[in-house]
């Protein structure tokens, strides 16, 4: 893809899934890659894989919900790389399922601080960068669950609305400072948090794939390829947009 070659992209939630797949992609198109994380052994493997391959990458270990952490994390991606011209907020928990009326406040706030708080923090240090370095572009994921309703996850369907609405703020907020902010919208897709979602039961899976009208689930890879063409030159007048990447999950 074009404009990615060189480059330095940073991607959270990176040592599993779609971030994984994020940051393989990138290194693969020739971008240096800061991966961020809280599990260190995971994301440090990453590392090892993309430079196996003649790749340029380096693991830092933060928490996307604590303020300190990602403030810390632009600012050693920037030093480590000399600059930073795309990143991928992509950290996430599927967080408890259940009603709202059951509930508990923590479980809540987590989900909202790692899924949609998280975001606004990627944004908050990554955008003077961007800026700083004359432009670039951001995709934050958001998922199927920030377009539709959806029981027994509220926490998790709430922060990814509000993911598309932070990305739609920021997007106008720095669009004349060639700062692109995208958003993807997964359908469902093959990562370690679906594993953990359906943890062995046979008739949730089945449900998941009946959501799927294309027959199957996703793969990590088909996300990461949506992100990099986002931050693409090929996507230049492409800003604000949430893009669905769903197998047709949510065709109107
Ligand atoms: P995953 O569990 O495989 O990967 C998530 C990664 O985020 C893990 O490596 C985890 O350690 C990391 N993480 C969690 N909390 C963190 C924190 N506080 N700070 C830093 N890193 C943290 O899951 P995935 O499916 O790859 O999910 C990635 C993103 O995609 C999430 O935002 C998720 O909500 C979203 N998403 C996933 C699907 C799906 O079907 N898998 C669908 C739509 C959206």
């Known amino acids: 893809m074009k404009g990615i070659d060189g480059k330095v992209a940073l991607v959270t939630g990176a040592a599993s899934g779609i971030g994984r797949a994020t ?18 052994d995971a994301g440090e493997q990453v590392v090892r894989e993309i430079e196996s391959e003649g790749g340029d990458a380096a693991f ?40 709202i009326a059951e509930m508990s406040i923590e479980d809540f706030q987590r989900v909202i601080d ?7 923090l990627g944004l908050k240090y990554e955008i003077p960068r961007l800026v700083e370095n004359g ?51 997964p359908g469902v897709i093959e990562t370690p948090m679906i594993e953990r979602f359906t943890a062995g039961d046979d008739e949730a899976r089945a ?18 390829s949506a992100v990099v063409y986002l931050c693409s030159d090929d996507a230049s007048f492409v800003t604000g947009h949430p893009m669905v990447v769903d197998g047709g999950y949510v065709v109107p």
């Open 135 to 185: 432009g670039g572009a951001i995709v934050n994921t958001s998922s199927v669950a920030g377009l539709t309703g959806g029981a027994n996850l509220a926490h998790y369907y709430a922060a990814k609305h509000g993911v598309i609405g932070l990305t739609r703020s920021a997007a106008l907020e720095v669009a004349a400072e060639n700062v692109r902010v995208n958003a993807v919208c």
């Open 60 to 99: 830092f270990e933060a928490d996307s919900s604590k303020e300190s952490d990602v403030a810390s994390l632009v600012d050693r991606a920037v030093s480590e790389f000399g600059g930073l011209d795309f990143a991928h907020n992509n950290a996430g928990i599927e967080g408890t399922p259940g009603p």
């Open 23 to 40: 940051a393989l992609r990138f290194a693969e198109e020739g971008a240096m890659v800061a991966l961020s994380d809280v599990q260190v």
């Open 207 to 224: 449900g998941l794939l009946e959501d799927e009208p294309i027959g199957r689930l996703g793969k990590p890879e088909e996300i990461a």
């Open 114 to 120: 790692i899924n949609l708080t998280g975001v606004f």
